[in-house]
């Protein structure tokens, strides 16, 4: 696995880079954002793990243009800021996950290891594959949830999250089942970004009002339509 790692604080970059080397992953580090989009088309990694707070450029400024080129280019963005309107702003500039600063390596290799997989998985979708949802129609290979005129592209984890509902729709999910299988535990911060992309799912679904992603308290959700 190929990892574009964007970090100016040299000393965590350089042990970042050779615990992951380490466990065989192939690491190419940069200090700045100022050449990204042109290592990125020479390198082409797999996964692209982000510092936010960079010279030149800042983290999501750098997730906005990486997103625009290269749509399905998963990103990790690396940040010691943990306030609520951070991690949106993360999620809004492109970022597939989102890991605070001091973080464990193991933490940071089971998040690459999980969106890795989950990318794969959605880029192995068939092209011509499509799901009916209510009034929509979700394409799991563009990632695009279309009613009417209208497209939404959903981000990596957006759409994992939306097809484990699908699948089981009417039925209901374990919370702590989604927190294992999209993000690889079930920690405070992975579950305030649940919570985040399940209000992003309601509302991206709201055209359809037959469409309903409810809440068992303690126990889970179920989708209904």
């Known amino acids: ?70 749509p399905n280019l998963p990103i990790v963005f690396i940040t010691a800021r943990d306030q609520t309107k951070d991690v949106l702003k993360g999620f809004e500039s492109g970022g597939n996950d989102y890991i605070k600063k001091p973080f464990s390596l193991e933490e940071l290799i089971i998040r690459i290891k999980n969106l890795y997989t989950l990318t794969k998985g959605l880029n192995d ?19 695009d949830l279309i009613v009417q005129d209208t497209v939404k592209k959903l981000s990596y984890r957006e759409a994992q999250l939306l097809m484990i509902l699908f699948e089981t729709k009417g039925e209901i999910v374990n919370r702590k089942y989604i927190l294992d299988t999209l993000w690889g535990d079930d920690h405070f911060f992975n579950s305030r970004n649940l919570d985040v992309y399940i209000t992003k799912l309601r509302n991206y679904l709201k055209s359809d009002p037959n469409i309903e992603i409810i809440t068992l308290k303690g126990v889970g959700y179920k989708m209904i339509w």
Do not use: W
């Open 1 to 70: 696995m190929k990892i574009l790692y964007i970090e100016d604080e040299v000393s965590l970059a350089k042990i970042v880079k050779e615990s992951l080397e380490s466990r065989e992953f192939d690491v190419l580090h940069l200090e700045d954002g100022e050449f990204v989009i042109s290592e990125i088309a020479s390198y082409q990694p797999d996964i692209c793990l982000v510092d936010v707070m960079l010279p030149k450029k800042d983290g999501f400024t750098i997730g906005n243009e990486i997103r625009q080129l290269y």
């Open 125 to 143: 979708q068939k092209e011509d594959a499509s799901y009916r949802i209510g009034l929509y129609t979700y394409n799991p290979k563009t990632l």
